[in-house]
């Protein structure tokens, strides 16, 4: 059971942007980072990662003149956070 | 800073941990998907605004014959002129006074609220939320518009329920899902409405006052009464 939890998912922040890119078709660093509350160095430390892992992938665009990097969760990064979240679902069962 | 005195606190209890991981899945997962700086203060708000209009309403109903006159009026459907020289356009002041007064209202207690919760007003969730709102809202008054066209008033408060309860059925899977239940409400009362043509008044300070002040204060309760910030 162990086993299955996700290493990466360990630190909350992951765990979080994770959560906000399986509800959300993509979306962008800015939003990730009021979502999160957290600062900008921190924020791209924690995607670079998670993209490391092949689990997000970056899509750079642009609004108008100005950059707009969006993040969305790959196939990989799918399937692994729900093998984690069921993880974590039978440890709560277990425990009970 | 916070984040790792916070994290160390809770490995140290280790049986808690799976728990509060999926708590905080589920959290981010509302949080991003759902508009919920939505206050209940501003339901309470709206629902105010509603029964001053209502109020004002009823006393130039009152000054203009009283309410048996005005139904006569109303349930003589296709005499839009008899209406308009019989209120002289006072009633859609009123009501369009007190909408730009309530949404206003809504908007400032919930923009507090997502300071207060250090939400983003204008996020993606923001939007989504707008745009699923609006558009049952704009099909409605199109519509309604044309039923006034045709003088049709009587049906005119039921519509205004029928549709204000089909957008808040829709903004339920958008904001709190609470804001589905007042949908219901709104139909409900908009549907029996229908067959009380020339009551809408009273249907109106119902749905748009008293059940708007029922959920802001049932919300507030729930969520803002005891927010940690």
């Known amino acids: ?96 | 800073m916070s984040y790792f005195v916070f994290q160390s606190a809770f490995y140290m209890d280790k049986q808690q941990q799976p728990l509060e991981d999926l708590q905080h899945i589920k959290k981010m997962m509302e949080r991003s998907s759902r508009f919920i700086s939505l206050s209940g203060l501003s339901g309470i708000a709206a629902g105010v605004c509603a029964l001053a209009g209502a109020w004002f309403a009823n006393q130039v109903i009152v000054e203009n014959g009283g309410p048996s006159g005005y139904r006569d009026v109303v349930s003589r459907t296709f005499q839009a002129e008899s209406l308009r020289d019989f209120m002289g356009h006072r009633l859609f002041q009123i009501a369009g006074f007190t909408f730009v007064a309530a949404l206003f209202l809504a908007f400032l207690f919930t923009y507090l609220r997502s300071k207060k919760d250090k939400i983003p007003m204008w996020g993606a969730t923001a939007q989504r939320l707008m745009i699923n709102v609006a558009i049952p809202m704009a099909v409605g008054g199109i519509y309604l518009y044309k039923l006034m066209q045709f003088g049709n008033y009587g049906l005119i408060a039921p519509g205004c329920l029928i549709f204000y309860g089909l957008a808040l059925v829709n903004a339920g899977k958008y904001t709190l899902g609470e804001v589905r239940y007042l949908g219901y409400c709104q139909l409900l009362l908009g549907i029996i409405n229908c067959w009380f043509v020339g009551y809408g008044l009273y249907f109106w300070a119902m749905g748009f006052g008293v059940l708007h002040i029922i959920y802001g204060g049932l919300m507030w309760y729930r969520y803002e009464k005891s927010s940690p910030e």
């Open chain 1, 1 to 96: 059971m162990i086993e299955n939890l996700n290493k990466i998912f360990d630190s909350r922040i992951r765990l979080g942007i994770m959560s906000t890119l399986m509800v959300n078709a993509d979306i962008s660093f800015n939003e990730l980072k009021e979502l999160l509350n957290i600062t900008d160095g921190n924020l791209a430390s924690h995607l670079k990662t998670l993209e490391e892992n092949e689990y997000v992938k970056i899509h750079k665009g642009f609004i108008g003149k100005k950059t707009n990097t969006t993040y969305a969760v790959t196939k990989a990064g799918e399937k692994a956070f729900k093998i984690h979240l069921t993880a974590l679902e039978k440890m709560i069962g277990s425990m009970k």
